[in-house]
């Protein structure tokens, strides 16, 4: 299926580069950046890409604002002598060399007074290329034995879910969607966090697909589908199991296909009894007889296409309500056919040799650094000991705005005693609380690899600019610091073809003929038959080749091996007491125009967004007499914020929603929406659980003027 495009008129003084996006979206588009004098004038989506089909998103389709934004960091920059850690804090220009040996010599102190393991490097996907993700900065930090870090703020109950579950992080191909007699989009406002799908599900619906959206906020998402069940936030995993309960036990099930792969039906078969749509009707708020109706129709599809979001694993229960729908393909057959199955991510598709690129061999022998979970960073800074974090080395992330829980997280950059280095493209809410603040390159001006996690391509970005101001890329300043640590090993000589010929060399069916030549012509699809039917007959990576309803490695790490429900940590059910001061559920989904925090400084997304809002139903605001327009004080035993309201049906009664990230500088009190957020962890895998989250809304007591 092929998007109709319009392909530019160049003018002759115009050169065009294709760059690949960076950001973590599963679209990972291919760009054109039409360039003049040396400067990206515009961008736009690269026709000839089979997912991109020449359009962009809304947060991308104007980058260059985001290239020469006045908050571009441009040299190297050291807190002035004197200055205190936070907004407001005043820098000194020094030259490349003088950073460098500032990062150094502090390294070389703290690890001289409280060992490597004092080192918490601090990283995530502002960059998603291989290179500059996570190659040379790995090797540095495993060479110097610096504590590891867990990034496990986005994915990771997701991730760990379909690995007990199917193996991995696979799903079907999103262009055989087409194929497709019913689309669920279950979790995700795939309108603004990934729209390049959008087309191959029209066409779908075009043909007859009936689409339906399960998410607890009405989102630009709503327009696509044909029904939207607003289910109460973290009750995915029951409703799952009230769906697989009438099909077992109506015997709409595919026998052949659970005989022959699956591990567990019958304890499965077991477990469900324990779900009738009754019981999930009242867990989940959605009537039993659009539960019931669901299920039948899902089993019926030939097939049906889950797109499943990242936002239900970003609860306490988030890795079991994976887990659950996960298995509903495999109970009904619809991975025998093309278009069918679910999917969350297809990143395990592409083989990358991680060993290669990250080199934890270089890790000195006899050490056994700690591994800090990102999002527990605040309580890393404020009470880890044996040895505290004296030096933090930020880059690909912002966790001033990013990081749960806000204000443990702020507390511990304020430390005097902590040595902070940043490396960032834009002056940030984290680089206020640095000690060196240098320049870093954007795609547009560095090499990198991509793979996606939402498509079967694979992509090579080369440079269309110079860098801007003293940039550079991380590969060459994580060279720069391991030669000032005296560090002589081969692995900090390699370039970025040498990363990426060792990134492509896991071998494999798959990746054969995807090399550095080929790249350079363009996006390389790994090598997968049409139509793409990759469990057709079984064939997957769990320790039984088969879909795990039960799981014997779940059992073995303490957890349910099968999969249940249970109520998620901050709601009525879950803790009562909380709830009857905090009665509302505040999810923070993804902001149209922003991307986590990345875009939230420009202009013109902020006027796409407007201002920082809350959702509410009418019945929850006419209790607190509150009307669209007020401000409202939000607020639990964590922290609180100042949100415009906006009433309407986008939410149910009991929840509100506010669209993130807004940067703290930019909102009416200068706290950002994370303050009220826990660090709280997943129930699997280690994750964050942003949206469980009980709050108390009332009308402010002061208007507050709002200007960005």
């Known amino acids: 299926m092929t998007a109709t495009t319009t392909r530019p008129i160049i003018p002759l003084q115009q050169t065009v580069h294709k760059v690949v996006c960076p950001h973590d979206c599963p679209d990972t ?3 054109l950046a039409y360039v003049e004098d040396g400067r990206v004038v515009r961008v736009g989506g690269d026709p000839d890409h089979p997912l991109t089909q020449g359009f962009l998103c809304a947060k991308t389709n104007r980058y260059y604002e985001r290239i020469y934004s006045p908050d571009r960091v441009l040299y190297p920059m050291r807190r002035k002598v004197g200055s205190p850690k936070g907004p407001g804090s005043e820098f000194e220009r020094v030259n490349w060399d003088e950073a460098i040996a500032v990062i150094v010599a502090n390294f070389q102190r703290v690890i001289a007074e409280d060992g490597p393991q004092a080192v918490l ?86 043909r007859g697909a009936r ?54 039906f019958e304890q499965l078969r077991e477990r469900v009894q324990e779900y009738p749509p009754e019981r999930a009707a ?53 991975w025998r056919y093309a278009g069918g199955g679910t999917l969350l991510s297809t990143g395990n598709f592409v083989k990358i040799n991680w060993n290669a690129v990250e080199r934890p061999d270089l890790i000195p022998a006899g050490q056994h650094p700690r591994t800090i979970n990102m999002n527990e960073l605040g309580e890393a800074l404020l009470t880890t000991a044996n040895p505290p974090v004296k030096a933090l080395y ?5 966790p001033a705005s990013v990081t749960p829980d806000q204000g443990k997280v702020l507390q511990g950059l304020r430390r005097d005693d902590l040595f902070v280095a940043v490396h960032e493209q834009l002056w940030t809410d984290t680089t206020d609380y640095a000690d060196i603040v240098m320049p870093a390159t954007t795609s547009f001006e560095h090499t990198d690899l991509y793979r996606a996690y939402g498509h079967l391509y694979v992509q090579l970005s080369e440079p269309a600019i110079a860098p801007v101001g003293e940039s550079k890329p991380n590969i060459e300043v994580f060279r720069l610091i391991a030669q000032g640590m005296g560090y002589t090993d081969s692995a900090f000589d390699d370039d970025e073809r040498t990363i990426i010929e060792q990134a492509l060399s896991a071998g494999g069916a798959q990746m054969e003929g995807i090399t550095w030549d080929k790249l350079k012509q363009g996006p390389q699809r790994i090598r997968t038959p049409r139509p793409f039917i990759p469990f057709g007959r079984g064939g997957f990576a769990t320790p039984s080749g088969k879909v795990e309803f039960y799981s014997e490695q779940m059992a073995a790490d303490g957890l349910d091996p099968l999969p249940n429900y249970t109520p998620i940590a901050e709601s009525p059910d879950g803790s009562p007491e909380l709830h009857q001061r905090y009665p509302l ?66 939410v149910r009664p009991g929840v509100a929603c506010t669209l993130t990230l807004w940067w703290t500088r930019d909102t009416p009190d200068h706290t950002g929406i994370n303050v009220l957020t826990s660090d709280r962890l997943t129930d699997m895998g280690g994750g964050a659980t942003f949206h469980t989250n009980l709050v108390q809304v009332e009308k402010a007591s002061l208007v507050l003027s709002f200007e960005f």
């Open 29 to 31: 588009c291919s760009m």
């Open 121 to 206: 490097p601090y990283s995530y996907a502002g960059t998603m290329g291989i290179v500059n993700y996570g190659s040379m900065d790995n090797r540095l930090f495993h060479r110097m034995g610096a504590s590891l870090l867990d990034r496990t703020i986005c994915s990771s109950a997701g991730e760990a879910a379909m690995k007990y579950t199917i193996g991995g992080n696979y799903g079907y191909d999103p262009e055989e969607v087409t194929k497709a007699e019913m689309v669920i989009i279950w979790g995700a406002n795939m309108a603004s966090t990934h729209p390049h799908s959008i087309p191959f599900i029209k066409e779908a619906q075009r």
């Open 211 to 264: 689409v339906v959206l399960i998410d607890p906020h009405r989102s630009r998402s709503a327009s696509l589908s044909d029904q939207l069940i607003m289910l109460r936030p973290g009750t995915d995993a029951a409703f799952a199991l009230a769906m697989m309960n009438v099909i077992i036990n109506e015997r709409l099930y595919d026998e052949e296909y659970v005989d022959n792969y699956t591990h567990g």
């Open 282 to 334: 009242q867990i989940t708020g959605i009537e039993t007889e659009v539960i019931t109706e669901l299920a039948r129709a899902y089993a019926a599809a030939k097939p049906a296409a889950i797109r499943l979001g990242y936002g239900m694993q970003r609860h306490t229960n988030g890795g079991m309500g994976v887990r659950a729908v996960y298995m509903l393909p495999a109970l009904v057959g619809h």
């Open 394 to 398: 930020v880059y690909n992330c912002n």
């Open 585 to 650: 559920n505040l999810i923070s989904p993804a902001a149209h125009h922003f991307l986590n925090s990345s875009f939230s400084n420009l202009e013109r997304s902020q006027k796409g967004e407007v201002e920082p809002t809350i959702e509410l139903s009418a019945a929850d605001a006419a209790v607190r007499g509150i009307v669209t327009g007020d401000w409202c004080r939000v607020f639990n035993d964590r922290g609180e914020v100042r949100l415009r309201a906006k009433v309407g049906d986008t």
